[in-house]
């Protein structure tokens, strides 16, 4: 078995949780370049991760808060999963991700960092993105800015027309 290491995680797990909703926040900004939001549909919407895994690390979450996806309505259910395939051609289109880690971490035994907002995380993955630094030095190397991500990518979440819904 193999071992993936994420310590610069651990800000984000140990340092302190705001009092509210991340994604219900987010919303409310009306500021999708500061809040990262790349796409918003009927039913659900598109965020970088504020503490991502990797460059790219998209969130897709329904507007409505529920905690879990089985309280999902099909509609909203289905939308999520239509912009997570969408969001997985962008990424590789404009990243070049060779692969993907894709899920939901339901409940807190889980490793929900949010647990009362469903999302589902898509993580682009590239072949030896995980080497010595994170592993050895306790230190993760982004070649990029979230922001310089954000920038990169929006113009590809901008452009999507039709979920087929």
């Not at 219900?24 to 009927?42: E, M, V």
Request: net charge neutral.
């Amino acid at each position: 078995m193999k071992n993936v290491w994420a310590p610069w995680r651990i800000e984000y797990i140990l340092g302190e949780k705001p009092d509210y909703c991340i994604f219900c926040h987010a919303l409310d900004q009306k500021n999708d370049a500061k809040t990262y939001i790349l796409y918003r549909g009927k039913h659900s919407f598109i965020i970088l991760n504020a503490f991502p895994y990797n460059n790219g690390h998209l969130m897709v979450a329904p507007y409505q808060h529920q905690s879990c996806p089985t309280k999902l309505d099909q509609e909203t259910a289905l939308e999520i999963h239509r912009l997570t395939q969408e969001s997985i051609r962008i990424l590789r289109s404009v990243l070049k991700a060779e692969g993907f880690n894709i899920g939901m971490n339901l409940g807190k035994v889980a490793g929900a960092g949010v647990e009362d907002h469903v999302h589902t995380h898509i993580v682009p993955r590239w072949n030896g993105d995980t080497n010595f630094m994170p592993v050895l030095g306790d230190t993760k190397v982004f070649p990029e800015y979230l922001k310089a991500s954000y920038d990169k990518l929006l113009p590809k979440f901008e452009a999507i027309t039709d979920l087929g819904s």
